[in-house]
């Protein structure tokens, strides 16, 4: 059974930060990438950032709106990825979610939700 749990979100005031985790399980952690993705209310889901997770596959990836603020990492051993969040903005508040990054068999979590106050 796939299992995505994501914690660490929460309410922040502009310029804060949070820290997300994913714990993952159920499919080939490591067979490509891993990502984080948010889904603004009235807005599409969007990729936020993407992290190698295979032993020949060693890149980050990070959506224009969120470069030099987030960092993406990730544990192989445990199958954690974490979402550093920096200098958040009231335009990041969104429910977050993990995921394979790819992601073609379209595996969800429930999320965690991020609320950013100006």
């Known amino acids: 059974e796939v299992q995505l749990v994501e914690s660490g979100g929460g309410l922040v005031q502009a310029g804060g930060s949070l820290r997300l985790s994913c714990a993952a399980s159920?499919?080939?952690?490591?067979?490509?990438?891993m990502g984080w993705y948010r889904q603004a209310p009235g807005k599409e889901r969007e990729a936020v950032a993407c992290?190698?997770?295979?032993?020949?596959?060693?890149?980050?990836h990070y959506a224009d709106a969120v470069k030099d603020r987030f960092t993406i990492s990730s544990d192989n051993a445990k199958n954690m990825v974490y979402l550093q969040m920096n200098n958040l903005r009231p335009g990041d508040t969104a429910i977050y979610y993990c995921?394979?990054?790819?992601?073609?068999?379209?595996?969800w979590g429930q999320g965690t939700q991020v609320t950013v106050s100006s």
């Open positions: 995921a394979p990054c790819p992601n073609p068999y379209n595996y």
């Open positions: 159920g499919f080939g952690f490591d067979d490509y990438g």
């Open positions: 992290i190698g997770t295979s032993p020949t596959e060693s890149f980050t």
